[in-house]
């Protein structure tokens, strides 16, 4: 009898990598992370009580016991720590969140999973950075882990945007080495023509264009987080004044750019910041601040207003009250402010992403 597909996910945030996986048939046996926001959303939605912990105050011995398992038991430890001291976008060499991809390790050489998945900015990879990624390798190598790793964008694998992220995929378990592999792509650019036999990105429209249209500030009662946040007069102006369907600030009336856009180096570098969406196309990476135009190309593709988080969720490939997940009936709600909301979506890994990877570790489990 095969022993059940379990997993431990650490760094596990609002549950989009643990949503993956259950999709696919594991079994979340713990999860963590000091989000206590987070886990409020991962606690709701996923029937399992994170532990609410600092990780570096957490040994991999502890994380067993209260999951009730032995070291070598469990199937899958996934670990997503934060990227933000790896992004391009951060001028500073040295964040002290980058240390925590040691605490990571650390936590492997304890619960001794059959496998283990790293995922994170393809920025921890650079040379400026990339010591932190090759003491991964080297202490995973260490650990008598073969591994495979590569950058894969999410678009690829169903997600209706585009966004590359670092994978590492490891084992441990000799008949699996031979066969360790990342998933194979699933969807590609239509305009590919050698390719015909993957299925089309995903678009926006696709996504989130049945969603019913809802004003800046006003509350939609049909989907859950379905609520913009309100803009101000002179915000509402500039928007109104971005063509629909992937317009940009650039093409704003002068008069109604913002002081800080009208520099050489901010049009060269941010050009996204109050831009819309594209209907037929992906959307760009979703980040922490999804729900601001001033964050980024998040504006609606027709209506004058921000995204909401639930759009936003559905373009990280989370299910919700309209399009509920195969096996997965509840209404996937999140918990805090719109805010807080916010960073849980963006800092999420992608749920069809997820369940790529699920299916692959699932297809090389060999006992």
Request: with cysteine.
């Amino acid at each position: 009898m095969q022993e059940p597909l379990t997993c431990i996910d650490i760094f596990s945030g609002c549950g989009g990598a643990s949503l993956g996986f259950m999709l696919r048939g594991f079994q979340i046996a713990a999860a963590v992370d000091n989000d206590e926001t987070a886990c409020k959303t991962y606690r709701n939605n996923l029937g399992l009580d994170p532990m609410v912990e600092d990780i570096t105050q957490l040994s991999g011995s502890e994380i067993l016991k209260r999951a009730g398992m032995r070291p070598a038991e469990p199937t899958v430890l996934i670990g997503c720590p934060p990227c933000q001291g790896f992004s391009r976008l951060r001028k500073k060499k040295f964040d002290k969140r980058n240390r925590l991809v040691f605490t990571y390790l650390d936590i492997i050489k304890s619960v001794r999973p059959k496998f283990v998945l790293f995922e994170n900015v393809p920025g921890i990879m650079e040379v400026a950075r990339g010591a932190y990624f090759d003491s991964i390798c080297d202490g995973l190598d260490a650990m008598g882990y073969g591994y495979v790793t590569s950058v894969l964008d999410a678009v690829n694998y169903g997600v209706p945007q585009f966004r590359k992220r670092t994978i590492l995929l490891a084992t441990r378990v000799k008949g699996s080495l031979s066969n360790l592999r990342l998933p194979s792509r699933t969807h590609c650019d239509p305009a590919d023509k050698r390719n015909l036999q993957l299925a089309p990105w995903v678009t926006v429209k696709e996504a989130i264009g049945d969603l019913p249209p809802v004003g800046a500030g006003r509350k939609s009662s049909l989907f859950p987080n379905h609520t913009p946040r309100r803009h101000g007069r002179l915000a509402l102006m500039r928007i109104k004044g971005i063509p629909k369907d992937g317009g940009s600030r650039r093409e704003l009336k002068k008069v109604l750019w913002l002081k800080c856009h009208r520099s050489t180096s901010a049009n060269v570098g941010f050009r996204d910041v109050y831009g819309r969406l594209k209907w037929d196309r992906p959307a760009g990476t979703i980040t922490s601040g999804c729900t601001n135009q001033t964050k980024g190309r998040f504006l609606h593709p027709s209506q004058n207003r921000a995204l909401t988080a639930r759009e936003a969720a559905r373009l990280q490939s989370f299910p919700d009250k309209g399009r509920p997940s195969d096996g997965f009936s509840r209404d996937f709600v999140f918990s805090g402010s719109l805010d807080d909301v916010s960073a849980q979506i963006g800092n999420a890994l992608p749920v069809r992403l997820a369940e790529a990877l699920a299916d692959t570790v699932k297809s090389m489990v060999s006992y």
